[in-house]
């Protein structure tokens, strides 16, 4: 890395950085290969279709010293966090800097974010499964972490864009280097006795062969309409199939429309003919947990719960296949299943390790795809060059070995949240706080009319983006 991309490490440039600056100039043909065999380590040759792919390593720009404190999720597959500690530590030690790794349960994670940025102090780099724009005013502008990945590895993943930059002020609230799909996980068995071998591909096929399975063999499908995580996103895949969105493209709010009444009318459909009541009160393992146990016929989830299945439950791991994103009146679209973002919060005191740090894990992203067991995809394609070949021929012997073939192209029917506009910090808030799941509990219990429960959502929806707007962080 070299000053073309100025202040890249700090937020001002001083008479150090403009020596430092000068002498980064001066060794720009060795920076350059560096980078350069950063770039192809990983980017170049691919990895053996069936191996763990080799790990590369860039000298940073500047010398770095002190401690990196690092806040992020326990994976829903273990052997992604053995890797990362790994990882995380030996760059530590290579660059000079003491690493300090604090994992916790996803769920924990905007509460720690809220207290920490309210007392001033705490971790450096933190790490989320979803959207944080809601943060913005709190934390650094990314801008030119970003601009230095993509002149590195292309241009970025659009589903990730939106979910990390708001156009409104031209700020990258977050970095977001990797995304993970959200297929229906259907039991092959259950889904053949109805005559759908293949799965759902439709919302009506759901409801007519969940119903049936249930009615039939006593087991539901399950589709939270809880506060947690998986509810927020499989509801608006509805929505969206239905032509229902929160807002439009230029930030609108569009939630008070016939295609979200619709969308809330055929969920109580659903519910009534194929589901029970647990869906109320889940928490973000829960359809893991069902699926595993066998208690569920259908669920819309990454594919954590099939890996460990696959370790707990064979029998049922070999039943559960994937099918993408189901298709409504208007579309067929699924919210991303996990979205990351990473932040720096200006509390910060390892700004530079944080973003050093953050470009060498972008530039080893094929090892956290492989150690993650395909869980985990990149923002920038050419990182990741065995990815198909690993979806069509799984290394971790998923039978058949094809079976994750669906997610080589997951991106089309992938979308951001707040789609089809950008994952601002409004939006932020109408996901942290649970407002559309939230809407179609009240109508599915029978609490309000489904257009009623659209109704007071949207006055909700309504008050959050005229706080956003007023201070400037929502276009429209």
């Known amino acids: 890395m070299t000053d073309r991309f100025s202040g890249f490490l700090g937020s001002s440039r001083s008479r150090r950085d403009i020596l430092r600056a000068a002498g980064l100039a001066a060794l720009a ?8 065999s950063e770039e192809d380590g990983v980017g170049g040759s691919a990895p053996p279709a069936t191996g763990a792919p080799s790990e590369t390593f ?3 720009a500047t010398k770095l010293s002190g401690e990196l404190k690092i806040l992020l999720w326990s994976h829903f597959v273990p052997s992604h966090d053995t890797w990362f500690d790994t990882f995380a530590k030996d760059w530590g030690r290579r660059v000079g800097v003491d690493i300090v790794i604090d994992h916790v349960d996803q769920a924990q ?6 207290a920490e940025i309210q007392a001033g102090q705490g971790h450096d780099l933190i790490q989320y499964i979803a959207n944080l724009s809601q943060y913005e005013p709190s934390v650094l502008d990314m801008k030119d972490l970003v601009d230095e990945a993509s002149k590195r590895w292309g241009e970025q993943l659009d589903l990730c864009r939106k979910s990390s930059f708001n156009p409104a002020t031209g700020k990258f609230y977050a970095y977001s280097p990797g995304w993970v799909p959200d297929p229906g996980n259907y039991r092959k068995s259950l889904w053949s006795s109805v005559g759908l071998e293949n799965g759902p591909s439709t919302w009506d096929e759901l ?7 249930k009615k039939s063999k006593g087991i539901p499908l399950g589709l939270g309409m809880s506060q947690e995580i998986d509810s927020n996103m499989v509801m608006r895949a509805l929505m969206w199939s239905y ?10 709010v569009t939630l008070n429309s016939p295609e979200t009444v619709a969308a809330v009318e055929y969920m109580t459909k659903l519910y009534a003919d194929a589901m029970t009541p647990e869906v109320f009160s889940w928490n973000a393992a ?10 569920l016929s259908y669920v819309v989830n990454s594919i954590s719960a099939w890996r460990t299945a696959q370790g707990t439950n064979p029998e049922i791991a070999d039943d559960v296949y994937f099918v993408p994103a189901l298709k409504g009146p208007k579309a067929a679209l699924a919210a991303q299943h996990v979205l990351y973002n990473w932040i720096v919060p200006k509390h910060a005191t390892a700004v530079d390790a944080a973003k050093e740090f953050l470009l060498h894990y972008t530039a080893n992203f094929a090892s956290a795809t492989y150690n993650s067991k395909m869980y985990d995809f ?11 070949t690993w979806l069509n021929s799984d290394p971790f012997n998923a039978k058949p070995a094809d079976k994750l073939k669906i997610l080589s192209d997951a991106v089309p029917w992938s979308a951001n949240i ?3 506009g950008p994952t601002s910090a409004a939006i932020g808030e109408v996901f942290a706080t649970f407002v559309i799941p939230n809407m179609f509990a009240r109508a599915v219990r029978g609490e309000a009319s489904p257009r009623q429960a659209v109704e007071d959502a949207t006055k909700q929806v309504d008050a959050i983006y005229a706080k956003w707007r007023a201070a400037g962080l929502v276009g429209g």
């Open 29 to 36: 043909a060795s920076t350059s290969v560096a980078c350069a």
């Open 109 to 114: 994670i905007p509460t720690r974010i809220a």
């Open 207 to 213: 409801l007519t062969g969940a119903s049936e399975i």
């Open 58 to 60: 860039a000298d940073p």
């Open 243 to 252: 032509g229902a969105s929160e807002q439009d493209a230029n930030e609108k």
């Open 286 to 295: 829960s359809n893991n947990q069902g699926l595993v146990a066998g208690k």
């Open 378 to 388: 990149c923002a920038w394609d050419k990182l990741t060059p065995s990815r198909t």
């Open 418 to 420: 707040g789609h089809p």
